[in-house]
C-alpha cells in the first residue's frame, strides 16, 4: 500500500473510516516510519486546534440565552415606570412584572448590571419626555391658533402615510431600531379612556360562536391538542365560513393585512398573500407613523406602535416569543373575541420577512373570564387548552389563553413548528 | 429544530464573528429563513445558511479585512502588545481568532463544524464537498491554525 494521506490519516482519528479502510490503513502505519510519524503529528495538530477553538472564550449554551429579549424588557419596565403617572394602568406592579420576567428568564446568568442603563434611560425619557410635551403642547397651541400648515406637516392624513418621508418631524433617532426601542411617549394614544377601569362586561359579539371547526382529542398532557395533522381535513371545509364570519375577531383580524404593511390580505372570505410592499414606502410610512401622536387607525384599525405603548393598551405584559427579535408591534381595536376585554385594545407581534410572518396576537380576557372558570366564552377555550386551525393553503392558527390572555400563533408554518413556537411564548 | 440546533448555531456564529449580540442575530435569521422554506435536511442546511451570513456579514463589514492589517500591523513592529498579555486571556482568544481568520473560508466552516459535533458526511452536505474531500479539508484547516496561532506567539516574543 502507497502511504497514507493527510486527509486519511485524519479520518481514521476522527473515527470516518470504515472497517476496512481503517484496518489497510494502520497495517501501512504499522511499517512505515514516515507515516506514523504524520499520524502523531496529525494527532498533535488535531487535539490543539480542537484546545484552540475551545478557548474561544465561549461560555456553555446555556449561559447564553436570549439576552436581547431580557434587556427589551428592562429598558421597557424603566420606561413603563417612567410614566407610571400618565398611565395608571400600568403601574409598578406592571413594571415589576416585566422586570422579573427579564430577571427570571435565566437566574442562572450573572449578566451586565443594568442599574447604569436604567438610569441613562431614564434620563433619556425624562428628556424625551419633556421634549415631546413640549411638541405636542405646542403643536396643538399651534392647531387652535389655526396654524394648520405645520400641523398638517406634522399630522399628514392616515390615506398619506406612506407620503414624503421628508416631512417626517424629526423622527427620534431610536426609530430604526425597531419597534420595541421606539421612543417611549412618541406614538402614545391620546385617549384618556383607556385607562379607565375595566368593563365587566364582554364585547357586543360576545354570543357570536367563534370557533366551529375543531376536533378534540386529550393527550394527557397539561394542554389538549384540538384538530391536529389528522383532524386537518376535518378543519377544512369550515375554514371559509370562519373566517368570513369572523372578520371582526383576532383569529381573522391576526392574519388580516392593514394597509400599512402586512403581507396577508383578507380577501372574499379566504385568507391570501398579498404581494408585498417596498422596503422604502414601508419604511416612510413607519417614520411617519412613529412620529405621529396617535394617528387615526386605518384599515382593520392596526398600527405600528411601541412595545410600551402595547403594554398599555394591553393592559399587562406582553407575551413575546422567546428567542426570536420580533419586526414589529401593532395594536388595534380591542373588539376581538367574545370573551375578551373590550376596554383593552388587541396586540400583535409580529415575526418575519415580509410574505412569512409569524404572527402573535394576544388580547386581555374580560375580567369575568381570567379566573379558573372563565375563558368559556371563548368556544370552551379553558386554561390549557390549545386549539389548532389548519387551512389547505397552508395557513394554521393556534390559539390559547394564560393567565388572563387570549392568545393566538398564526402563520404559514407547519404545526408542529407553530406548536414549537407557542411552547416559547412566554 | 430551534431547540435542537440553537445553541450549537450560536456557539459556531459566535466564534466565527466573535460577537455574540451578532450571532444570535444572525441565529435568528437563519431560523426565519427556515420558516421560510422548511429544509428537506435542517442540520447542514441551517449551519450552511448561517456560515454564509457570517461570511456576508463580515464582507460587508469588512472586520476581517482590519483585522488582517492589524495582525500585518504587529508582523511589521509598528504596534507592539504589551509584554506578556499577548497570550493572556483575552489576548489569547484575539490570537484563536486572528488565527482563524488567517484560513479560507472552507476550512474554517469546516473546523467550526466539526467543533460542533458534526460528521463527515454532514459536513460535506453543508460545505457542498465531496464526503472524501472532508479530511483532507480537517487536516489542512487544523495544520494552518496551530501554525496561524503559533506564529502570532513567535511575533509576540519577538516583540517583547
Not at chain 1, 224 to 246: D, F, K, M, Y
Not at chain 1, 309 to 327: K, Q
Request: hydrophobic share 45%.
Amino acid at each position: 500500500m502507497s502511504h497514507v494521506d493527510d486527509g486519511t490519516l485524519n479520518a481514521l482519528l476522527d473515527g470516518e473510516l470504515d472497517a476496512a479502510e481503517a484496518a489497510a490503513a494502520q497495517v501501512h502505519i504499522a511499517s512505515c516510519a514516515d507515516c506514523a510519524r504524520r499520524l502523531e503529528e496529525a494527532k498533535g495538530f488535531l487535539a490543539e486546534a480542537a484546545e484552540l477553538l475551545g478557548a474561544l472564550d465561549v461560555p456553555a449554551p446555556a449561559a447564553y440565552p436570549a439576552r436581547r429579549l431580557s434587556r427589551t424588557a428592562k429598558e421597557v419596565a424603566v420606561e413603563v415606570d417612567g410614566v407610571t403617572q400618565q398611565s395608571p394602568a400600568i403601574g409598578a406592579d406592571a413594571a415589576e412584572r416585566l422586570f422579573h420576567r427579564g430577571a427570571r428568564a435565566h437566574p442562572e446568568r450573572p449578566g451586565p448590571d443594568y442599574t447604569s442603563v436604567a438610569w441613562a434611560a431614564i434620563i433619556v425619557l425624562a428628556i424625551g419626555v419633556g421634549f415631546l410635551a413640549n411638541e405636542v403642547l405646542h403643536g396643538r397651541d399651534r392647531a387652535a391658533a389655526g396654524e394648520g400648515e405645520a400641523l398638517a406637516q406634522r399630522q399628514p392624513p392616515a390615506g398619506a402615510a406612506s407620503g414624503a418621508p421628508a416631512n417626517a418631524p424629526a423622527a427620534p433617532a431610536t426609530q430604526g431600531r425597531g419597534p420595541e426601542l421606539a421612543a417611549p411617549g412618541v406614538a402614545r394614544p391620546a385617549a384618556g379612556g383607556r385607562y379607565g377601569p375595566r368593563a365587566a362586561k364582554a364585547a357586543p359579539g360576545a354570543s357570536v360562536p367563534v370557533v366551529t371547526d375543531r376536533s378534540v382529542s386529550g393527550i394527557g398532557h397539561k394542554r389538549i391538542e384540538l384538530a391536529g395533522r389528522a383532524g386537518a381535513a376535518r378543519t377544512v371545509a369550515p375554514q371559509p365560513t370562519r373566517v368570513a364570519g369572523a372578520v371582526a375577531a383576532p383569529p381573522a383580524t391576526a392574519m388580516s393585512a392593514s394597509p400599512a404593511g402586512s403581507p396577508l390580505a383578507l380577501q372574499g372570505g379566504r385568507v391570501q398573500a398579498a404581494p408585498a410592499e417596498g422596503a422604502g414606502s414601508s419604511a416612510a410610512a413607519d417614520a411617519v407613523l412613529s412620529a405621529v401622536p396617535a394617528p387615526p387607525p386605518s384599515g382593520d384599525g392596526f398600527r405600528r406602535a411601541s412595545l410600551e405603548e402595547a403594554v398599555t393598551g394591553l393592559g399587562g405584559t406582553i407575551r413575546l416569543i422567546d428567542g426570536m427579535t420580533s419586526d414589529r408591534v401593532e395594536i388595534g381595536p380591542g373588539r376581538g373575541i367574545s370573551s375578551a376585554d373590550s376596554t383593552r385594545q388587541v396586540v400583535r407581534v409580529i415575526y418575519g420577512a415580509p410574505g412569512n410572518r409569524v404572527v402573535l396576537a394576544q388580547q386581555r380576557l374580560a375580567a369575568t373570564d381570567a379566573g379558573a372558570g372563565g375563558a368559556s366564552r371563548e368556544a370552551q377555550l379553558g386554561p390549557g387548552d390549545l386549539v389548532l386551525t389548519t387551512s389547505p393553503d397552508g395557513l394554521n392558527e393556534l390559539r390559547w389563553t394564560d393567565r388572563g390572555l387570549w392568545l393566538s400563533l398564526s402563520g404559514r408554518v407547519p404545526a408542529d413548528s407553530l406548536r414549537r413556537l407557542a411552547d416559547r411564548v412566554r | 429544530m430551534y431547540e435542537r440546533y440553537h445553541d450549537s448555531l450560536v456557539r459556531l456564529l459566535w466564534r466565527r464573528t466573535g460577537d455574540r449580540d451578532q450571532a444570535e442575530d444572525l441565529a435568528q435569521e437563519v431560523f426565519v429563513r427556515a420558516l421560510e422554506t422548511p429544509p428537506a435536511n435542517p442540520k447542514p442546511w441551517l449551519f450552511a445558511v448561517a456560515l454564509n451570513l457570517a461570511r456576508d456579514d463580515g464582507r460587508r463589514a469588512t472586520r476581517q479585512g482590519r483585522k488582517l492589517e492589524l495582525l500585518k500591523g504587529e508582523h511589521a513592529g509598528a504596534s507592539a502588545p504589551p509584554a506578556d498579555a499577548a497570550l493572556e486571556s483575552g489576548e489569547r482568544t484575539e490570537a484563536v481568532r486572528a488565527a482563524l481568520a488567517v484560513l479560507t473560508e472552507q476550512d474554517r466552516a469546516a473546523l467550526l463544524l466539526k467543533a460542533e459535533g458534526f460528521d463527515y458526511g454532514e459536513i460535506a452536505a453543508a460545505l457542498g464537498l465531496a464526503r472524501g474531500a472532508v479530511g483532507t479539508t480537517l487536516a489542512r484547516a487544523r495544520k494552518r491554525l496551530v501554525e496561524a496561532f503559533r506564529e502570532q506567539g513567535q511575533v509576540s516574543h519577538v516583540a517583547r
